[in-house]
T-cell receptor, first 115, second 115 residues
Framework: AQKVTQAQTEISVVEKEDVTLDCVYE???????LFWYKQPPSGELVFLIR??????QNEISGRYSWNFQKSTSSFNFTITASQVVDSAVYFC????????????FGEGTQLTVNP | DAGVIQSPRHEVTEMGQEVTLRCKPI?????LFWYRQTMMRGLELLIY????????DSGMPEDRFSAKMPNASFSTLKIQPSEPRDSAVYFC?????????????FGEGSRLTVL
């Protein structure tokens, strides 16, 4: 069975600090996909990134970066020089090749960036 | 382009009443998903459709819940009779294809309160 764990329920930082959100997953499939979504206070879910299980290259997009490590089943998300607008709930999600587009979400991490 | 459109955005009803939530997916998308978000259970997949056909409804809580997709541009999620424990935010999402390499585009959600 697939499972996603985000152990950090809440994180609070001061603007300009770097912050890393942890994500650990479980799956029996060799082919799977990992996602991060952002849910700002307005409530919508915004897609941030997708990685497949065969691509362990880290990715950087502006202030965002992702570290995918199959050896530890982790897909961590780092925000560099955080800003108040980064305040949101962040969800890590997993889908397995055998389960189609069914996304299993983690519990989410509430990030608060204070001025 | 318009995103996924859900209605109503907010609904308050009394226990026992019928509730119908509506969703218009992004034009051209052939997969549609209904998710429910609660504090206790996080984001759960209720059901998803591919080309208007229900593929997996194993997440539907019980017989009080039903979902239909009569055409490619419209879906409903109905709860009859509603109960207080159904209070949640219900999200509709669409995807270009059922392959799990595709990202899901979420609507803004329908916040349901059952008194």
């Amino acid at each position: 069975a697939q499972k996603v764990t985000q152990a950090q329920t809440e994180i609070s930082v001061v603007e300009k600090e770097d912050v890393t959100l942890d994500c650990v997953y479980e799956t029996r499939d060799t082919t799977y996909y990992l996602f991060w979504y952002k849910q700002p206070p307005s409530g919508e879910l915004v897609f941030l990134i997708r990685r497949n299980s065969f691509d362990e290259q880290n990715e950087i997009s502006g202030r965002y970066s992702w570290n995918f490590q199959k050896s530890t089943s982790s897909f961590n998300f780092t925000i560099t020089a955080s800003q108040v607008v980064d305040s949101a709930v962040y969800f890590c999600a997993l889908s397995e090749e055998t389960s189609g587009s069914r996304l299993t979400f983690g519990e989410g991490t509430q990030l608060t960036v204070n001025p | 382009d318009a995103g996924v459109i859900q209605s109503p955005r907010h609904e308050v009803t009394e226990m026992g009443q019928e509730v119908t939530l509506r969703c218009k997916p992004i034009s051209g998308h052939n997969s549609l998903f209904w998710y429910r978000q609660t504090m206790m259970r996080g984001l759960e997949l209720l059901i998803y459709f591919n080309n208007n056909v229900p593929i997996d409804d194993s997440g539907m809580p019980e017989d009080r819940f039903s979902a239909k997709m009569p055409n490619a541009s419209f879906s409903t999620l109905k709860i009859q009779p509603s109960e207080p424990r159904d209070s949640a935010v219900y999200f509709c999402a669409s995807s270009l294809r059922i392959s799990n390499t595709g990202e899901l585009f979420f609507g803004e959600g329908s916040r349901l309160t059952v008194l």
